[in-house]
């Protein structure tokens, strides 16, 4: 990519996830990605062939704009519209600059669903995580891929807060027509200062990856 997003150097299981997609869906699939922020992993899947559905609501990830960068310095950063433009991958995205969380649920439509992160911003917190979950499972066709990686508690304060969880704690909303295929999570480990995160700070992170049966009749 000759641009790069401003999460470009922050950890992910998204490789994880990527191989799973090539496993079980289309090379030309339709993957939701949820929470798009400025395009670290819509690029990629646009790039690999892959139709991307981008759903974010903040104005500067989309539309770029003035951003506070660690050592108390400004920059323009460039937003997930023209990121697409200077890659030349605008035909394979659809941009909805929406809150994933507002309205009635959309879906399904879409091979694949892809979340990075989301859940434990406080902006979310005011609706249920099992909410957020079912959401994006009904964005996913039979036979469709769900993955998520996501924050586990390391502060005190996160244990009460239900949006920090586990690969366990989530199994409970993959019953019926879902399965779970791969969990993974890290230990404890330090990450440098990024884009609303001044000083070095200590995350531990899990995924979630699980296949929707094919052979179930789409009710939704």
Request: aromatic fraction near 8%; include cysteine; hydrophobic fraction near 40%.
């Amino acid at each position: 990519m000759q641009t790069q997003s401003l999460w470009e150097h922050t950890l992910t299981f998204f490789p994880q996830f990527l191989a799973t997609l090539r496993e079980r869906v289309a090379p030309d699939a339709t993957v939701a990605v949820v929470g798009a922020s400025d395009g670290k992993f819509v690029l990629p899947l646009a790039a690999a062939g892959y139709h991307v559905v981008a759903i974010e609501r903040d104005e500067v990830a989309v539309h770029g704009g003035d951003v506070h960068l660690p050592g108390d310095s400004q920059a323009h950063a460039l937003g997930l519209v023209d990121r697409l433009k200077l890659e030349e991958l605008q035909d394979r995205v659809q941009v909805v600059e929406n809150d994933f969380l507002d309205g009635e649920p959309m879906g399904p439509y879409c091979e694949a669903v892809w979340t990075s992160c989301s859940w434990h911003y406080s902006a979310n917190h005011h609706r249920p995580l099992a909410e957020f979950v079912d959401r994006m499972q009904r964005l996913v066709r039979p036979g469709g891929v769900f993955g998520a990686e996501f924050m586990m508690p390391v502060e005190r304060r996160h244990h009460v807060i239900e949006h920090y969880t586990s690969p366990e704690r989530l199994r409970h909303h993959f019953l019926g027509d879902w399965e779970v295929v791969l969990t993974l999570r890290t230990n404890e480990f330090i990450e440098r200062p990024h884009v609303g995160q001044p000083h070095d700070h200590t995350h531990r992170m899990g995924l979630l990856v699980a296949a929707r049966a094919s052979t179930v009749t789409d009710h939704f």
